[in-house]
């Protein structure tokens, strides 16, 4: 939440000072770990260098870890009937899809800490989607597979933030990638608490504008959920808010629907801004709405606004704590 803060006859909106680095996990060839078949690595700057200041990173490489030496021989995705297969190339006899599979189950079970997952594109072992599969001649290639650890793991921790590294290159898609993480691990946050009825509105409210920002349908939903909660079971209400929470925010929010968050904003301060203030925040919220500014624009003029005209609903609002 924002802090407010007051004495000697003025009052100052602070953000909440950076909270320690959020638990991710990775491939760990992305870190420059030299773990890749043929001796080398992945290193990507841009996780390394942008990410760093969010995250903790917890580095896994599957191969390594079910016994695959380095350098080793490649392996690759085999469609196998109806499924895939993780089979040596020089050697296709050797099938590693068991171990892998049972390696992701086994981290996403020992790993319950784990706000997000940071995967290597395009790896048999790693790859989210469009991994290359090839028939049991080893030809007939195509992208539609997903690397066998990955799968495994991601089934296992549906509502996990996950993300694979090229992805990351896109500034709008890091930043959602970001705020997912973000929200996994109050959420988590809540659940080591105990969820009871009482901290589920609490968070709900907390990130109103957030997910009205995302997807309003699913905020309406979330909404009805919290409502009854008081009167269902905790856990059951609390697995489907998950579920709701997070697939809300794996939509991206747009300038749109940020421009209307900003709008409803909007209208809890109006009526105590002076008419030139009003001018001013209506026009920086047509500036961004025009993409003419950063959102970061209107939002420091919120929080100046929230400084002098404290409201206690929108100093709640996780909305305002984002990076823009």
Not at 125 to 137: F, M
Not at 193 to 221: D, P, S, V, W
Not at 277 to 286: F, G, N, Q, Y
Request: proline share 5%.
């Amino acid at each position: 939440m924002i802090k407010h803060e007051g004495g000697a006859g003025f009052t100052i909106l602070k953000k909440p000072q950076t909270p320690a680095r959020i638990p991710v996990g990775i491939s760990s060839c992305l870190l420059g770990e030299t773990v890749r078949y043929d001796g080398g690595h992945k290193f990507d700057t841009t996780i390394n260098t942008c990410l760093g200041e969010y995250f903790e990173f917890r580095p896994f490489c599957p191969e390594v870890a079910i016994g695959l030496g380095i350098p080793r021989e490649p392996i690759q995705l085999v469609r196998s009937g109806a499924g895939l297969a993780v089979r040596g190339i020089k050697r296709p006899d050797q099938d590693f899809t068991r171990a892998l599979t049972g390696y992701g189950v086994q981290v996403a079970d020992d790993n319950a800490g784990l706000c997000g997952y940071i995967f290597k594109a395009r790896s048999p072992s790693c790859g989210l989607r469009h991994v290359r599969t090839v028939d049991k001649t080893g030809k007939s290639a195509k992208r539609n597979g997903s690397g066998a650890y990955a799968q495994a793991l991601t089934q296992k921790r549906p509502n996990l933030p996950v993300i694979e590294e090229g992805a990351l290159n896109d500034r709008h898609v890091r930043d959602n990638f970001i705020e997912q993480v973000r929200v996994y691990h109050r959420w988590q946050q809540l659940l080591l608490q105990g969820i009871t009825a009482a901290r589920l509105i609490e968070f709900h409210t907390c990130h109103k504008l957030t997910l009205m920002a995302h997807n309003q349908a699913a905020y309406r939903r979330m909404g009805k959920l919290v409502a009854a909660a008081p009167a269902g079971t905790m856990d059951e209400t609390g697995h489907l808010y998950e579920s709701e929470l997070m697939g809300a925010l794996r939509r991206p929010a747009t300038r749109r629907s940020h421009t209307n968050v900003l709008q409803h904003l909007q209208g809890y301060f109006s009526k105590h801004l002076a008419p030139d203030e009003r001018a001013v925040l209506t026009a920086t919220i047509d500036r961004y709405r025009q993409g003419e500014v950063s959102l970061e624009m209107p939002l420091s003029l919120f929080r100046q606004h929230c400084a002098t005209h404290p409201h206690d609903w929108v100093l709640q609002q996780t909305y305002l704590e984002q990076d823009a």
